[in-house]
């Protein structure tokens, strides 16, 4: 990051990455029980357990690892913790999804900054730094 100036660092956080497990495995357990009714399965109960255990297992294994990431923005790039490294001109939209934020390239490339505790924030100063006008999603 010679010669640029730092305008905004993110980090993925611990309550938002806790509470969209939550949700996650809340409406995994209603659809599989769902699924499972609908099959005619009279043990549907089972979903209601299994889902939010598969959840927490998957939460708990990536924890380590999701919860590391940070995302330091520039004036000229927006760079990751493991690596990405992606110019402002090259930004076309930056969307919300939840508690993250997608940016998508002028080729294509996709790019997910995960459990963002203000994504509305983060989205609208990406925006900015890239010269990106919208409407209100």
Request: proline fraction near 3%.
């Amino acid at each position: 990051m010679n010669g640029e100036t730092v305008l905004a660092e993110w980090q993925a956080d611990r309550s938002t990455y806790i509470q969209d497990h939550v949700i996650i495995a809340v409406i995994g357990a209603v659809i599989c029980s769902a699924v499972l009714i609908w099959v005619g399965n009279s043990s549907f109960w089972v979903a209601f357990v299994a889902a939010p255990l598969a959840v927490a297992v998957r939460g708990v294994y990536l924890a380590s690892e999701e919860l590391t990431q940070t995302w330091v923005l520039t004036n000229d790039t927006l760079t990751s913790s493991n690596g990405k490294r992606i110019p402002l001109v090259q930004v076309k939209s930056v969307n919300r999804l939840g508690s993250a934020v997608q940016l998508v390239t002028h080729a294509g490339d996709k790019h997910l900054m995960k459990y963002l505790p203000d994504p509305k924030s983060v989205r609208t100063r990406i925006e900015a730094a890239c010269n990106i006008e919208r409407g209100e999603r």
